[in-house]
């Protein structure tokens, strides 16, 4: 089972700042994998990666960016958060190992709240 | 498309009563299924997966069989306990090109009074 570490837990920032949220992996998953949720309802993919340099937009648009620099690490990143920004970030990683591969595992999430 | 339907909550019991979430799902191949548990204030955690049809899986009390005639994949456990409160996701893998995505259904939330 992956170990999957998001910073901050929690965060409360004022309109216009940018910010960037953290997500590391120690299981040397390739697939990464950022989610939007609010609080107990439904889970939104905004963003995916399947390997160092690929980066993909999911099924819900969202103003934020990722990177993918090194297998481990996961950023995303908003250039100027505002109130509908306000949410909680969970990322996820997956196996590239045969009978995983289809099994997330997750972060235990960040709480933004934006005023 | 592939998509997971599950009851809508919140669903509330007494502790000691029997449990069952439904989920069903249409999807044009052959899926692993999955239950994820969502504590308050936590991410997701993976309850029990199933590969197959006719699999059972199965974990802390918790079962759940793949049923390919029904498609169907109904959470169970036979006696709650008030730590079982929680939001439960029901969700399917959805090949895409060589890799595989999670199609999720909308979570049920769960209340057990003691």
């Known amino acids: 089972e992956a170990d999957i570490y998001q910073t901050p837990r929690y965060l409360v920032i004022g309109t216009g700042k940018k910010i960037t949220l953290e997500c590391s992996q120690t299981m040397g998953h390739d697939k990464m994998y950022w989610y939007q949720q609010d609080p107990g309802m439904e889970l939104h993919l905004i963003h995916y990666s399947y390997g160092v340099n690929s980066t993909e937009k999911g099924d819900l648009s969202s103003e934020s960016t990722v990177s993918r620099i090194r297998t481990e690490h996961f950023p995303l990143t908003l250039e100027s958060a505002r109130p509908s920004h306000t949410s909680q970030y969970l990322c996820a990683s997956s196996s590239d190992r045969f009978p995983s591969t289809d099994t997330q595992y997750f972060g235990p999430g960040t709480r933004l709240t934006v005023l | 498309g592939d998509s997971v339907t599950q009851m809508e909550g919140p669903v509330t019991l007494s502790e000691e009563a029997f449990l069952t979430i439904n989920c069903t799902y249409t999807?044009?191949?052959?899926?692993?299924l999955f239950w994820y548990v969502q504590y308050p204030g936590e991410g997701l955690q993976l309850l029990l997966k199933?590969?197959?049809a006719d699999d059972k899986g199965s974990n802390k009390g918790f079962e759940a069989t793949y049923r390919k005639e029904t498609t169907s994949f109904h959470l169970e456990k036979g006696s709650v306990q008030v730590s079982d409160s929680a939001v439960y996701f029901c969700a399917l893998s959805d090949r895409v090109d060589s890799n595989y995505q999670l199609i999720w259904g909308a979570g049920t939330k769960l209340i057990i009074k003691p």
């Open positions: 199933a590969t197959k």
């Open positions: 999807a044009t191949g052959y899926p692993s």
